[in-house]
């Protein structure tokens, strides 16, 4: 018998004395608001109906609930609100159980937490993940979960927003049972039957006693607190969630929900949630690459790899971490010897730590094989080339591959710069060749460019996605043009960094600048943990085709000049003393930038750390916006994973289009016309900034149209 009103997202049915309610919204029934609505119409039928003894919740397909609806986020809020409804949830006088299998996060832990019990099956993954998205559990999770499992377990959980298997939710406390069955509803309801059985009470959270210890508790939030603040690294939430378990500690339950909805509140407010939500969704829309909806990926199942050097080892690696077999290629055994050498590094540096050992590797290594003859490569199904640096040397490779390689074979380069249609037309079957773009270290590295040439099969595209999938990279479709995306619009705001330097700004002032707006690492020192030699001969192949009349910098090549390449050389910005990892500013830097300055005729001028990040991002944001206006980047929010992913930038600000939309393309154009006062040849603005600025858009209204 159902009663009704079941509504589309939430049905119900009544099973004995069970009403069995079903979360049914795909793809992973988020709660919005037609769900909140059907949860709490569920939970009041079974309060009013005396034929309903227990409520069983349960999600359909593979989640129990992926938590609330992201989408609804900085829209006008929709009743019910979640933390009404797990309210009303908890209060329900009908012994209220959720059955969880996949995903129960964020409010579907909350909701979870707020049933009176709690069983998960095998693979059920439980985790207050809010974090990653500027948020912090809004719907009573930081305060339910302290009550239930301790402050130091909830603090652990909520501020890291890690997700906990059955298995150790269940040793945590988090849940009451395991079920091995893998059958979540009769998991479900055969425990609701036992409990019914034994007359267990009604049993809310809210009454639990894990903070009883108040002084153990107070000294895991102030642990918490020292411990969030050095690491968060600017992120807004991270200590809101400190401050809302501390008011679980010392508040009543209802005053404690108080103030936990007044700091989520505050983060749904920031701007870093608005960055974080928008980093979400553009690392799932860039796997939707139009040629992964109608073409099917070729078999990947034999990889070969051209060149042992860091990074043909590194990819090497991603593609054995992956589970897969590679073949490498070397000129010679020496070089093979060095390639192996290279991978295995690796795997004696995660056994060093502990994280593997010589069994694992043994096995691992199993999988890769050398050869110092391309003919090993005949039976691949894709080979990765991983060569020097030059055109010439890139052709021959192809050529070699185009002799061994069986039909429809995936034949990819690495170039981070090449032209990848001269390479593909070298070959008799130009629709075979791809760039794949990884970067260093490849094996580490998240980011994959894939770069389409213009005769490339829809179906190598796709393939190049699929591999993307197996090494847990994320693919960015990028056109074929010097640079990409990434490498492009990096030339770009690495030259307005040099500027800066020429005209006053010191590297190490820049750098501290970079890192505080929330990148990683400033540019210099990317610069002298690659290596300074790429980037010059980089600069020395462009020399010819330069143009003459643009400003160029020659500090970076005096210093190159000199034998000082960065980390590798003891010196290059900056001193690396005894071999450190930790670079100190090099007072005779200083002296070579000075003496750059007035051979250039240049009265260095002072720059606020806002003056160089005003133009370091107007730099980085124009070229991005000249990028999507190519084609080279399908839209905007390519441009921003791209440099999530590859290039360091902070997160919580979304990615430089997305930071640009924050900020206001009509400012960023602003600066920009104020910068080409001093060198209108660099600051050009872009005719898709100008475009948007006159239409009174954003980038953001060009991410639908992949
Ligand atoms: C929260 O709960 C706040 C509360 O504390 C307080 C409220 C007051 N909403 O990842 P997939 C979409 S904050 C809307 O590819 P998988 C996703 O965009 C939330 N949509 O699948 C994609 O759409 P499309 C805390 C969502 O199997 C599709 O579902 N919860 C949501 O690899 C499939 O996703 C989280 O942070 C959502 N909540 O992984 C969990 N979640 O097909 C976020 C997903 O159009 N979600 N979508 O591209 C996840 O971690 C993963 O999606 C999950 C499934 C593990 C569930």
Redesign the pocket.
């Known amino acids: 018998m159902t009663l009704t009103p079941s509504t589309d997202v939430v049905t119900r049915e009544l099973r004995g004395k069970v009403l069995l309610v079903t979360l049914d919204h795909a793809?992973?029934n988020?709660?919005?608001a037609d769900v909140r609505r059907g949860l709490l119409a569920a939970i009041e039928a079974a309060d009013n109906d005396p034929a309903v003894k227990a409520v069983l919740i349960v999600g359909a397909g593979?989640?129990f609930i992926?938590?609330?609806?992201?989408?609804?986020?900085g829209k006008p809020p929709l009743p019910p609100?979640?933390?009404d409804v797990c309210n009303r949830i908890e209060a329900c006088a009908k012994l209220v159980v959720a059955a969880i299998h996949?995903?129960a996060?964020?409010?579907?832990l909350?909701v979870a937490l707020a049933a009176h019990y709690r069983i998960a099956v095998d693979g059920a993954?439980l985790g207050?993940?809010?974090v990653?998205?500027g948020?912090?559990?809004?719907?009573g999770?930081t305060q339910r979960t302290p009550r239930l499992i301790g402050a130091q377990a909830a603090l652990d959980l909520i501020v890291s927003?890690r997700?906990a298997g059955a298995k150790e939710a269940l040793a945590l406390g988090l849940i009451d049972r395991v079920g091995h069955s893998g059958d979540v509803l009769a998991e479900g309801l055969a425990y609701v039957q036992e409990l019914l059985a034994s007359h267990a009470p009604v049993r809310r959270t809210r009454d639990a006693l894990a903070l009883s210890d108040r002084a153990a508790s107070l000294a895991a939030v102030a642990t918490a607190r020292a411990e969030t603040a050095k690491k968060s690294r600017g992120l807004f939430s991270p200590l809101k969630i400190v401050d809302a378990v501390q008011a679980a500690i010392e508040q009543p339950f209802d005053e404690g929900l108080r103030v936990e909805r007044n700091l989520?509140l505050q983060c749904l407010d920031s701007p870093q949630r608005a960055g974080l939500i928008h980093a979400?969704?553009a690392e799932?829309?860039v796997?939707?690459a139009p040629e992964t909806r109608h073409a099917t990926p070729r078999a990947l199942n034999t990889i070969g790899v051209v060149g042992g050097g860091t990074m043909g080892a590194g990819i090497a690696v991603a593609i054995l971490d992956a589970g897969l077999p590679v073949t490498m290629i070397e000129r010679d055994d020496a070089s093979l010897a060095r390639g192996r050498a290279h991978i295995e590094k690796v795997y004696d540096g995660l056994i060093a730590k502990g994280r593997l050992n010589a069994e694992k590797k043994a096995d691992i290594m199993m999988r890769w094989q050398g050869s110092t003859s391309y003919d090993a490569l005949a039976g691949s199904d894709l080979v990765i080339e991983a060569v020097f640096e030059d055109i010439d040397v890139k052709k021959a490779v192809f050529a070699e591959l185009d002799r061994v390689c069986k039909k429809g074979a995936v034949l990819a380069t690495n170039t981070s710069y090449l032209d990848i249609d001269a390479i593909a037309a070298s070959v008799s079957h130009p629709q075979d060749v791809i760039g794949l773009h990884f970067f260093s270290p490849a094996n580490i590295m998240k980011l994959l460019e894939v770069v389409v040439p213009k005769q490339v099969s829809a179906d190598v595209v796709a393939t190049a996605f699929e591999l993307a999938k197996k090494l847990r990279k994320t693919p960015v479709r990028a056109g074929v043009c010097d640079g990409f995306i990434g490498n492009r619009v990096l030339a770009v705001y690495r030259s307005a960094a040099d500027a800066m330097m020429e005209d006053g700004a010191s590297p190490y002032q820049i750098d501290a600048a970079v890192r505080a707006f929330g990148f990683a690492m400033g540019p210099f020192q990317v610069v002298d943990l690659a290596g300074g030699d790429i980037g010059w001969a980089t600069r020395k192949r462009r020399a010819a085709t330069r143009n003459p009349a643009a400003r160029y910098v020659q500090i970076a090549d005096r210093l190159c000049e000199r034998g000082w390449f960065g980390q590798k050389t003891g010196r290059g910005f900056y001193l690396y003393p005894e071999g450190s990892r930790h670079g100190v500013p090099d007072p005779e830097v200083e002296a070579i930038i000075d003496t750059e300055r007035t051979r250039a005729g240049i009265a260095p001028r002072t720059f606020t750390d806002d003056d160089i990040m005003r133009r370091y991002m107007a730099a980085m944001i124009n070229e991005g916006a000249n990028v999507v206006h190519e084609g080279i980047a399908l839209r905007p929010l390519d441009v921003d994973v791209t440099f999530l992913y590859g290039y360091g930038f902070p997160r919580y600000r979304g990615g430089p289009m997305k930071y640009a939309d924050t900020v206001g393309l009509p400012t960023i154009l602003a600066d920009i016309r104020e910068f080409a006062k001093e060198d209108p040849l660099f600051w050009k603005a872009s005719p898709l900034l100008i475009d948007l600025v006159e239409r009174g858009a954003d980038f953001a209204s060009l991410n639908q149209t992949a």
């Not at 996060?105 to 579907?108: N, R």
């Open positions: 793809p992973v988020a709660l919005s593979r989640n992926a938590g609330a609806d992201i989408r609804e986020f609100a979640l933390p996949g995903a996060l964020g409010g579907g909350e993954k207050l993940p809010e990653q998205l948020l912090l559990p809004g719907a999770g927003g997700h989520f979400f969704f799932r829309e796997l939707k």
